[in-house]
């Protein structure tokens, strides 16, 4: 049974660095890309960032340059880092995985329950 468990969320203040983690269990952790999406109330999920297998590294322009996926292949963890935190980052974070890549599409086999991320201003 895959199971994808997101951690790190919490209230901060705009300006403010935070950091989620995603464990990652019941999948070969290395073969799968592994990604990032935000649903913030009352709007559609959007895709955040991904990380293939390989290593290549996929943004949305909302947050480039403020945001930095990475792995950890031998602990089965996707981690995001968030920098200059806006309000408009307010959501709820998703880890996802799918064994061809993710895309800005939004599509994969597997998701997280979620992590609330809540930035004041």
């Known amino acids: 049974q895959v199971q994808l468990i997101e951690s790190g969320g919490g209230l901060v203040q705009a300006g403010d660095s935070l950091r989620l983690s995603c464990a990652a269990s019941?999948?070969?952790?290395?073969?799968?890309?592994m990604g990032w999406f935000r649903q913030a109330p009352g709007k559609e999920r959007e895709f955040v960032t991904s990380?293939?297998?390989?290593?290549?590294?996929l943004y949305a322009d909302s947050v480039k340059g403020r945001v930095t996926i990475s792995r950890d292949n031998a602990k089965n963890t996707v981690y995001l880092q968030m920098n200059s935190l806006k309000p408009e980052d307010t959501a709820v974070y998703y880890c996802?995985?799918?064994?061809?890549?993710?895309?800005?599409?939004?599509?994969?086999?597997?998701w997280g329950k979620g992590t609330l991320v809540t930035v004041s201003s």
């Open positions: 996802a995985a799918n064994a061809l890549g993710i895309g800005r599409s939004g599509g994969a086999e597997y």
């Open positions: 019941g999948l070969t952790f290395s073969t799968y890309g």
């Open positions: 990380v293939w297998s390989g290593g290549s590294k």
